[in-house]
């Protein structure tokens, strides 16, 4: 079955510092591949997608991200996180499933920043 | 250009009242969603919409029915509320690319 995993719930960083985020994928296809984030209180904005081509792409807010097949993983960075960057993020595959493009989220990962 | 909008923004009913959730979308897209967020979950699909006319079940859809009367609106209704039915529901459209767009949430709370 199609599945997301984001192994880390809550994770602190200082500001200033460098990012990473994971995300692992269970498909047998290449997906469509997504990076969503939620300040509280609020919906899920799109940082950014992977669809083909390059496997680094560029979102809004200074993010990227690298989609490695070989490892199934769709990683999101930044270089210098800011504090206005604590949020939930989520990672999610779009793949055709039953006649329909669906999403499949990942249970999220919550982001702390410390001044 | 509004995107996505939800109303209510916030509700509380007791079990066993019913009650519709709205969503309006001003982007013309045919695919509309309806999601529940609970806390370690992410998100879950309810039922979705590939067009006017035209509803399914996505992964959780007992308890809730939905109509999609017009394009641009996507209605979920509760008949029965359950406590098990608190959560935050969140509607989406969907764009040409295959990405989603989200509306702010509705916060539902059944006593």
């Known amino acids: 079955a199609q599945s997301v995993t984001q192994p880390d719930i809550h994770i602190t960083v200082s500001e200033g510092a460098s990012l990473e985020l994971r995300c692992n994928y269970s498909?047998?296809?290449?997906?469509?591949l997504f990076w969503y984030v939620q300040s509280p209180g609020q919906g899920l904005q799109l940082l950014l997608k992977y669809f083909s081509g390059d496997t680094l792409v560029q979102g809004i807010k200074g993010f990227e991200a690298e989609f490695k097949r070989s490892q199934s993983s769709f990683n999101l960075r930044k270089p210098s996180v800011h504090w206005s960057d604590a949020a939930e993020y989520f990672c999610a595959v779009g793949l055709l499933s039953g006649g329909y493009n669906k999403l499949i989220f990942g249970a999220g990962t919550r982001l702390a920043v410390h001044p | 250009n509004a995107g996505v909008t939800q109303t209510p923004k916030f509700r509380v009913l007791k079990t066993g009242q019913s009650m519709t959730l709205l969503c309006a979308q001003d982007m013309n897209h045919e695919y509309m969603y309806w999601y529940r967020q609970d806390p370690g979950m992410g998100l879950r699909l309810i039922h979705y919409?590939?067009?006017?006319?035209?509803?399914a079940k996505g992964e959780v859809p007992d308890g809730y029915n939905v109509s999609r009367l017009k394009k641009q609106n996507f209605l979920l209704g509760l008949e029965s509320a359950a406590p098990s039915q608190t959560s935050v529901y969140f509607c989406?459209?969907?764009?040409?690319?295959?990405?989603?767009?989200f509306g702010p949430g509705t916060r539902l709370t059944v006593t």
């Open positions: 989406a459209s969907r764009g040409l690319a295959y990405e989603q767009y």
């Open positions: 919409s590939v067009g006017e006319g035209t509803t």
């Open positions: 498909y047998g296809a290449t997906p469509y």
